[in-house]
């Protein structure tokens, strides 16, 4: 059987980073393969050499035996081509329906709009989806968009289809349909690839494993030919995993007290509806939901940057409703936000500023109006080594460390002040599995220590492994709490969409 | 009397109706365009000289299109292909604008053409109050009200229209459909820009048949507020470039009528409202309601690492 698609030694630097080194690897008809590598591996950026958005620096690629250079999307397109990217490429205020002709080639410039919609409606039964044509996308779920992006491929008859972590905005039972279409996929000859960090897929879904580890292709391993701990040690290969114990006792004293809160976003809709949370002084308290269903809100709301239109939040005896971020750090609510290149740190900046970012107004680091270069430097000298950051030489601006690094010099300077609360919004989001196990030690270290962490994370498996509870949310409401001791991934799973759980309230 | 002051309404709005239609066209693509002031000015004067000329009003036009198409190229280059500050570029335009056109008008200044005439609808021209305001005017006016209908038609019913919006909205997204962002930018920077420097010609072709330096006073402004209170709509845009055009008539009417308060403060009048509108439809875009392009002022650079 010819490959449909073979990539040889390809290599592509950016100004400063090389992104790919040297990769290699194919991809048969009918084959699901699967791209395993930590966070900066380059997996991104060999996508995007395949789409035509990147051009490589060396190598080759060849299309069912045809050695093929891409010189934009429409190239890649051509040949068949498609991708689901992470941060899907759609237009939130257009239609599912515009959004899926955009994609269409062929398409006259005078359409008939009928004609389209029946074709479109004729595959979206095909595969037994619920998606209205006339809807605009920002109306609809994270799942249901990423239906959307499946279709545009589908609906250009694409033959090799990449999926970039495609399961990380669904539940189980959404992602186990998405599998059932991929193998549906697979069956009618097509070529996918697909990539994940979570192990449990890779083994349910791969017929063939390659991993990358920094820019290079170092395995590729057949089904039936690895486990889980094998493909592990070969994508972290000598580093280390920080290990860290839970602390399993927690305290009934009540630090924050979250009560019918009701949030408006900016389209008017409700993010957070009757929201009601009460986290306890040294717990982990996991919150789990698709993405999209008020996490985000939450987080904003307790940290200050969101204000309220109903409800009330106790930070003990103290009402801190609608307070700003600079009263929650004092209240001692520290945040990890979700998007740490754009909120979390200020990318131009040196590690260094970056680092006292919370704490440049106190008098350790100034002399009178001015910086006090000499404390600051020391500080970061500190923060660095007592976090791990590999941070470059001096003064580099934050935005050339890695996703870890970055990760952690948010964490350095957010829990500088000991704070009593952290809310960690996807903290390990993108990161390698070694940095990830950094950050779930610093959270856990930090509950030994009395600190209270909301920690809202996408991944089941972190949840269940690191929390003291878990409370499920669903469209803004808190559905119920969870022990993650006692509960099933399917039970969970059943209250991401909506259905009460059987424990209605753990005391 | 309310049909005469309809008539001088739809006049005085034509050509900030142009001007509007025009920047609309620039921003659905992702492009702000501060230049509509100086591609008003070099329209205005390219429209006349091109009549002046050759004798021929369409080739009058045509000239204004082609100049301003051109001045907006520049523009295009800048924003489009080179990734530079578009608030900047456009900026620079407007000066430009307003200098070459004060440089190139000087031969102009004092000589005189024959303008659009009105062209009387048969039928439709009789009908009460709305006829004459309506169906009673000059070709410009009738095209401009086709070319309200065509830009909608376009931008919605139209696989370029939906390229246009789509590279206005989410370039990536565009791109990774195999539409060539920089392409429609371009053509929507340069056509846009063109359609405004129609707007400048119907002020020396049709309002005053003549040139007058700077004749274009501040309506290229504002046009750019406008797009902002038409929501990024060619229909609403009508209605915005009329109640400006309702506003100039209004004042006009009052000067002539002779009442006591000042004339100046009657011709800041317009203006006065520029800003009324802008706050008051900011303040709608703030609370949601809001349908200017996500990717507006952002250049779009496909191997940029997010």
């Known amino acids: 059987m010819t490959d449909f698609l073979k990539i040889q030694n390809v290599r592509k630097t950016f100004p400063g980073v090389v992104a790919l080194d040297d990769v290699s690897f194919s991809v048969a008809p009918g084959e699901i393969h699967t791209l395993l590598g930590e966070n900066g591996a380059g997996k991104s950026t060999l996508m995007n050499v395949l789409t035509g958005l990147y051009h490589p620096d060396r190598g080759q690629i060849s299309v069912a035996g045809e050695p093929i250079h891409f010189t934009s999307p429409r190239d890649s397109l051509a040949c068949g081509i498609g991708m689901v990217h992470q941060h899907f490429m759609l237009v939130p205020a257009h239609s599912v329906f515009e959004n899926i002709l955009l994609a269409l080639d062929n398409v006259p410039n005078f359409y008939s709009k009928k004609k389209y919609k029946e074709k479109i409606q004729k595959l979206i039964d095909e595969f037994d989806l619920d998606l209205d044509l006339d809807i605009p996308v920002w109306k609809l779920s994270i799942g249901a968009q990423q239906w959307i992006e499946l279709i545009k491929l589908l609906m250009r008859d694409c033959q090799l289809l990449i999926l970039d972590e495609p399961t990380a905005v669904l539940t189980p039972q959404e992602a186990e349909r998405l599998f059932n279409v991929l193998r549906k996929l697979k069956e009618q000859g097509k070529s996918i690839i697909f990539i994940s960090h979570k192990m449990r897929e890779v083994m349910e879904i791969s017929d063939r494993v390659t991993i990358l580890k920094k820019g290079c292709s170092i395995a590729t391993r057949t089904r039936g030919d690895f486990d889980e701990s094998t493909l592990a040690s070969l994508m972290i290969g000598k580093d280390k995993i920080p290990q860290w114990q839970k602390n399993l006792q927690m305290s009934d004293e009540i630090v924050l007290d979250i009560q019918n809160l009701s949030v408006r976003n900016d389209r008017g809709l409700s993010d957070l509806d009757d929201f009601n949370l009460q986290l306890k002084k040294g717990e982990i308290l996991g919150i789990a939901g698709v993405a999209g269903n008020g996490q985000k809100a939450l987080a904003e709301v307790l940290t200050g940057l969101k204000n309220t239109s109903q409800g009330k939040i106790m930070a003990g005896e103290e009402d801190i409703t609608n307070s700003n971020a600079r009263y929650s750090y004092i209240a001692g609510i520290a945040h990890i936000p979700e998007d740490r290149k754009t909120i979390g740190i200020a990318p131009d900046m040196s590690v260094d500023e970056n680092l006292i970012m919370k704490s440049f107004k106190s008098g350790s680091f100034r002399n009178w109006i001015f910086q006090n270069k000499k404390a600051i430097r020391r500080n970061a000298e500190e923060k660095i080594e007592q976090f791990a950051i590999k941070s470059g030489p001096d003064g580099t601006p934050v935005r050339y460390l890695s996703g870890g690094n970055i990760q952690k010099v948010i964490i350095a300077r957010e829990l500088s002040e000991h704070p009593a609360v952290l809310v960690a919004l996807y903290p390990t989001r993108g990161l390698d599995i070694g940095s990830a196990g950094y950050v779930h030690k610093v959270i856990a270290d930090g509950a030994d220590r009395g600190m209270s962490t909301i920690l809202i994370a996408e991944d089941l498996d972190e949840l269940l492994k690191l929390s003291d509870r878990i409370a499920v949310m669903f469209r803004g409401k808190l559905i119920g709490y969870v022990d993650p001791r006692k509960t099933t991934r399917e039970e969970i799973g059943l209250m991401m969409s909506g259905e009460k759980g059987s424990l209605p309230d753990l005391p | ?306």
């Open chain 2, 1 to 306: 009397m309310v049909e005469i002051l309809l008539d001088a309404t739809v006049r005085a709005g034509t050509p900030i109706l142009f001007a509007t239609l025009g920047a609309i066209i620039n921003e659905r693509a992702g492009i702000i365009n501060l230049g509509i002031e100086g591609l008003m000015l070099i329209g205005a004067l390219a429209g006349f000289a091109g009549t002046y000329l050759t004798g021929s009003l369409l080739l009058g036009v045509l000239f204004a299109f082609a100049a301003s198409f051109l001045a907006g190229s520049i523009h295009a280059l800048i924003t489009v292909q080179l990734r530079g500050n578009q608030i900047v570029s456009g900026l620079a335009l407007t000066m430009f604008g307003v200098g070459i056109t004060a440089l190139f008008g000087k031969g102009m200044v004092g000589l005189t053409i024959v303008g659009f005439k009105r062209v009387a609808i048969p039928g439709l021209s009789q009908l009460p109050l709305i006829g004459r305001p309506f169906f009673n005017q000059d070709l410009l006016i009738y095209f401009s009200f086709l070319l309200v209908f065509v830009i909608w038609f376009f931008f919605y019913r139209t696989r370029w229209g939906l390229g246009v919006r789509s590279v206005g909205e989410n370039p990536a997204a565009a791109d990774t459909c195999g539409f060539s962002v920089s392409t429609y930018r371009f053509f929507a920077v340069t056509i846009g820009s063109g359609l405004v420097g129609i707007g400048g010609a119907y002020l020396s072709l049709a309002s005053t048949p003549m040139w007058i330096e700077n004749m274009t006073a501040g309506r290229g402004w504002i046009a750019v507020a406008l797009v902002i209170f038409a929501g990024w709509s060619s229909p609403r845009a009508m209605l915005g470039a009329y109640l400006f055009g309702g506003i100039t008539a209004m004042q006009l009417r009052f000067q002539a009528m002779g009442t006591t308060i000042s004339a100046h403060v009657l011709q800041m009048l317009p203006y006065f409202f520029t800003i009324l509108v802008l706050v008051i439809s900011t303040q709608r875009i703030q609370k949601g309601a809001s349908q200017q392009p996500e990717g507006l002022g952002l250049p779009y650079d496909r191997e940029d690492r997010k």
